[in-house]
Structure formats: C-alpha cells, structure tokens
C-alpha cells in the first residue's frame, strides 16, 4: 500500500501561481510513475502531468492545456512529486489529485482544492 499526502492547494488570482507536492509513504523509485490529475465541479478526472521513475527514465507528459505553464517534478530525496502552477486561470479551479502507479495497482492521495478567482 502507498500512501500520498497532497498539500499546498488555495485561492489565487487569475495569473497567479502555486505550487502542490506530493509526498509518498514509499521510495518513489519503486513506483513506475507519478502524476497528477484534477476534477472540476460536473466533470470527469482528467490528466494534468505524470513522471515516469527509475533513475535513467524521466518521461513527463502534459495535458495540452497546462503546456508551458505547469511544470512537475520530482525530489527522490523527500520521495515527494511536485506540480508548479504559474499563470493560472479560472479555468485549471478544480481538486487536484496525485496518483502513483506500480505494476497493475494504483495509489490516489486525498486531493487537495485549488480556486483561481478574483
């Protein structure tokens, strides 16, 4: 069983930024990815970013609608994934979630609620 613990969700502005991390119960190098995903009031879960693990593969790939202005990352030392959110708009509000894969199973953390608003 992993567990992940989301923090770093709030209210922020239109162009604003945040920064959410993902910390793990486990050594995230025994994962095979890491991600993050959100979900808006009335619609579906959808992708935002994943990393792949392992200490030669970095695969990282975003939803074409946060390119440019997201960036995920990871710090293996703190087992812990990290999603920059610089010029947010009203539209990325939603509860994010950080999601870790290993083989078949799939690990969700609690989601934490991200407002852009003025």
């Known amino acids: 069983q992993v567990q992940l613990v989301e923090s770093g969700g709030g209210l922020v502005q239109p162009g604003g930024s945040l920064r959410l991390s993902c910390a793990a119960s486990?050594?995230?190098?025994?994962?095979?990815?890491m991600g993050w995903y959100r979900q808006a009031p009335g619609k579906q879960r959808e992708l935002v970013a994943t990393i792949s693990m392992g200490n030669t593969r970095n695969t990282i790939n975003y939803a074409d609608s946060v390119k440019g202005r997201f960036t995920i990352s990871r710090d293996s030392a703190k087992n812990t994934v990290y999603l920059q959110m610089n010029s947010l708009k009203s539209d990325d509000t939603a509860v994010y979630y950080c999601?870790?894969?290993?083989?078949?199973?799939?690990?969700w953390g609690q989601g934490t609620q991200v407002i852009v608003s003025s």
């Open positions: 999601n870790a894969k290993r083989m078949e199973e799939q690990y």
């Open positions: 486990t050594n995230i190098f025994s994962l095979n990815a």
